[in-house]
């Protein structure tokens, strides 16, 4: 009888709960666990720290200084791990966060509230694009997908629990200990990742980054571009409908300078959508646009239109949460080739908005939305999962940093810019239930034609060479 050689046995790829990415794996979950938690709970307690620090308009600006400050630090990390490693924008993107928790809780200023957003957009941008490239750098690719598939469960606990929580700390010792909370936390996090803090970024030696992708200056002037031109753009938006003439002039000033930045910042091609990895990262920014554009506004109609109470209306963005990590282990599963599974995405994603404004429709019940966000979520978990993934594939080694921070500025401009527009025109159209109704079913048809836009252009994923 003949002993198989070890060659000769079917090939099993390690697990992520499993030696050696254990502990690297857990590290990693609670980072995006903690970051998720305080995206979820910053909305919940706003209302008490705007009384508190007299600052009624607090929740918009705020939510701008983190994404601006964000904005800018993703390309700066995504530089340096490129050229340096992961290790260093991860410590620093770390503290940064930890110091932007700790300086929200003590603030006593809306002016220092505003600042510690901004400081946890430093930490918050390039601690998240330092993971990436770790994921890229410390999994081997046919365990990545796992790997994105745990990271979009981590942030179903967060959108779960994380605004119960959140109430619930703010009610019983008051809402600086929302983030005070937060701050302990961070230290087992770090001691789990420490193995893969210390390993060599990989096992290949990495060429040194070129092209102009690569230049520290021009890449800090597009970067620097690029958060101004969208915080000058959001301004313009928000005041669209008082001071029109201004704010379409602050609207074309902070485009032009957004498309500079952009024009910079994304692979050769984005803009105009070329095949393979340009399109590839901007599918990103625009499955954000279209489910983020309608996901805020859901708790809003069911409240005003049908009159939710708060916890009900919620529930379809937490039903959202579910689908979207369904979809992300389903991917993790099943062999597909990697536009398929984008136009999939994106085609669930359409139909969950469409079906979305049924909620707000006269003799139809608003837990209609509920099944619609599943839908919607179950493909945003399948298309972003898998941009992430194709994106890293993508990459060369020594573009990964500048690649994965390509993803989060896509991302985040995507979502940020949608939301402006989105609250634009809930203030044109009025404030009625019958005004926002309408002005909730424009929002779907606006991003339900993105969502669609998404579709089309999904087989540009594939590369002209497959």
């Known amino acids: 009888m003949t002993v198989p050689k070890a060659l000769d046995a079917p090939h099993q790829s390690p697990r992520i709960f499993g030696h050696p990415y254990l502990a690297a794996t857990m590290g990693i979950l609670l980072v995006v666990t903690l970051v998720a938690f305080e995206g979820m709970s910053v909305g919940v307690v706003m209302p008490d720290i705007s009384k508190d620090l007299n600052a009624l308009n607090l929740y918009g600006v705020s939510f701008s200084a983190f994404l601006i400050a964000s904005l800018f630090a993703n390309v700066v990390a995504g530089l340096w791990a490129d050229r340096h490693g992961y290790v260093l924008p991860f410590l620093v993107g770390l503290v940064l966060f930890v110091l932007g928790m700790g300086l929200a809780g003590a603030s006593q200023s809306a002016g220092m509230f505003l600042a ?105 002037v597009a970067a620097s571009a690029t958060a101004a031109g969208g915080g000058v753009l959001l301004y313009g938006v928000d005041r669209l409908h008082a001071a029109p003439l201004p704010s379409l002039v602050a609207c074309a000033a902070g485009l032009a300078a957004l498309l500079y930045g952009l024009f910079k910042l994304l692979p050769p091609g984005s803009l105009r959508f070329g095949r393979g990895l340009p399109t590839t990262v901007m599918m990103r920014g625009l499955f954000s646009a279209s489910f983020f554009g309608v996901n805020a506004f859901i708790p809003l109609a069911l409240q005003e239109v049908k009159s939710f109470e708060t916890v009900p209306a919620g529930i379809a963005l937490t039903t959202g949460a579910l689908g979207w990590s369904a979809a992300s282990y389903l991917q993790s599963r099943r062999a597909a080739e990697p536009h398929v599974r984008v136009r999939t995405g994106a085609a669930c994603v359409t139909v969950g908005i469409v079906l979305s404004v049924l909620a707000v429709l006269p003799g139809v019940s608003g837990w209609v939305a509920v099944p619609a966000w599943v839908v919607a979520g179950f493909g945003m978990g399948l298309g972003m999962t898998t941009v992430s993934i194709t994106t890293l594939k993508l990459s060369p080694v020594n573009e990964q940093g500048a690649n994965s921070a390509s993803l989060s500025v896509t991302d985040m401009l995507g979502s940020a810019l949608t939301l402006g527009i989105g609250g634009a025109l809930v203030n044109l159209i009025g404030h009625s239930p019958t005004e926002i109704a309408w002005g909730f079913g424009v929002i779907c048809g606006l991003m339900g034609a993105i969502a669609l836009a998404t579709t089309l252009l999904s087989s540009r994923v594939a590369p002209a060479s497959s």
């Not at 967060?158 to 009610?171: D, R, T, Y």
């Not at 990989?202 to 102009?212: I, L, M, Q, S, V």
């Open 116 to 220: 510690a957003r901004a400081v946890q957009g430093l930490g918050a941008g390039p601690t998240i694009v330092a993971l990436y490239v770790m994921i890229a750098r410390v999994y081997p690719p046919d365990v990545r997908p796992r790997v994105f598939a745990a990271l979009s469960a981590a942030w179903v606990v967060p959108a779960m629990v994380g605004p119960g929580v959140a109430g619930f700390v703010g009610q019983t010792w008051g809402w600086r200990w929302v983030f005070y909370g937060i701050i302990p936390l961070v230290v087992p996090a770090l001691v789990m990742l420490v193995p893969a803090l210390k390993r060599r970024d990989t096992d290949e030696e990495t060429a040194a980054p070129r092209g102009p992708r690569s230049r520290p200056l021009a890449m800090t």
